[in-house]
T-cell receptor, first 113, second 112 residues
Framework: QKEVEQDPGPLSVPEGAIVSLNCTYS??????FMWYRQYSRKGPELLMY????GNKEDGRFTAQVDKSSKYISLFIRDSQPSDSATYLC?????????????FGTGTRLQVFP | NAGVTQTPKFQVLKTGQSMTLQCAQD?????MSWYRQDPGMGLRLIHY???????DQGEVPNGYNVSRSTTEDFPLRLLSAAPSQTSVYFC???????????FGPGTRLTVT
C-alpha cells in the first residue's frame, strides 16, 4: 500500500464548476500538508500549505485536512481553463533528525470553456 | 531572483554514456533535492542534501551520484546511463526543515 494515494484522473469539468481533489494517507505521523500545481512540461509550484486539521482558504482555493480520517482535499471554486493542470498532494513529517516528504501521483484536471 | 534553475532542458543519451544535470538556486536554501517523475509513479526522491558537503540517498539512488560543494549548486551525475533512467528530472530547494519546496523547470532525459 502506498503511503499517499491520489486518484490520477483525468477529471474534466466545465468552466465555473467546483472541483474537489483528494488524497488519502496511511501514516498518522504526517504533520504538514501541501498542494502543488504542475502545468504541462513545467515544474510543480506550491499552491497551499497547511499544518493543522481544518480549512485554509486562498482566493478560489480551499485546502481541507482531516487528520482523524487521514484525508486531505483541495477545492477550486469557479474553475477556469487556466486551472487545467496536474495537482499533486504532498505531506511531510519529521522522523528522528530527517524530514520525509511524500508526493501523491497527481490528478490531471481539465477545465473546458 | 531566478529561483531554481536547471540545465539542460532536454538531453538524449545512448546507453552507457555519462552526463551531469546541473541545478542551481539563488535563495540561500540549505536543503536541495533531486527527483525523477515518471507516469503513474509520481515524484520519487533520488538524492538530497541538507547543506554544503552533506548528501544522502533518497528512495531511488542507484545509478546516480551527487555532491554539494556550495550552497547554490547541486549537480546530479548519471554514471552509465540506462533506458530505465529515461524520465523527467526535477531539482528542488527549501529552507531547513520547512518542507515547502521550490522546483526547477525540469530536465527531460531520454536514454536510447
Amino acid at each position: 500500500q502506498k503511503e499517499v494515494e491520489q486518484d490520477p484522473g483525468p477529471l474534466s469539468v466545465p468552466e465555473g464548476a467546483i472541483v474537489s481533489l483528494n488524497c488519502t494517507y496511511s501514516n498518522s505521523a504526517f504533520q504538514y500538508f501541501m498542494w502543488y500545481r504542475q502545468y504541462s512540461r513545467k515544474g510543480p509550484e506550491l499552491l497551499m500549505y497547511t499544518y493543522s486539521s481544518g480549512n485554509k482558504e486562498d482566493g478560489r482555493f480551499t485546502a481541507q485536512v482531516d487528520k482523524s480520517s487521514k484525508y486531505i482535499s483541495l477545492f477550486i471554486r469557479d474553475s477556469q481553463p487556466s486551472d487545467s493542470a496536474t495537482y499533486l498532494c504532498a505531506m511531510s513529517a519529521y522522523f528522528g533528525n530527517t524530514d520525509k516528504l511524500i508526493f501523491g501521483t497527481g490528478t490531471r484536471l481539465q477545465v473546458f470553456p | 531572483n531566478a529561483g531554481v534553475t536547471q540545465t539542460p532542458k532536454f538531453q538524449v543519451l545512448k546507453t552507457g554514456q555519462s552526463m551531469t544535470l546541473q541545478c542551481a538556486q539563488d535563495m540561500n536554501h540549505e536543503y536541495m533535492s533531486w527527483y525523477r517523475q515518471d507516469p503513474g509513479m509520481g515524484l520519487r526522491l533520488i538524492h538530497y542534501s541538507v547543506g554544503a558537503g552533506i548528501t544522502d540517498q533518497g528512495e531511488v539512488p542507484n545509478g546516480y551520484n551527487v555532491s554539494r560543494s556550495t550552497t547554490e549548486d547541486f549537480p546530479l551525475r548519471l554514471l552509465s546511463a540506462a533506458p530505465s533512467q529515461t524520465s523527467v528530472y526535477f531539482c528542488a530547494s527549501n529552507l531547513q526543515g520547512a518542507s515547502e519546496q521550490y522546483f526547477g523547470p525540469g530536465t527531460r532525459l531520454t536514454v536510447t
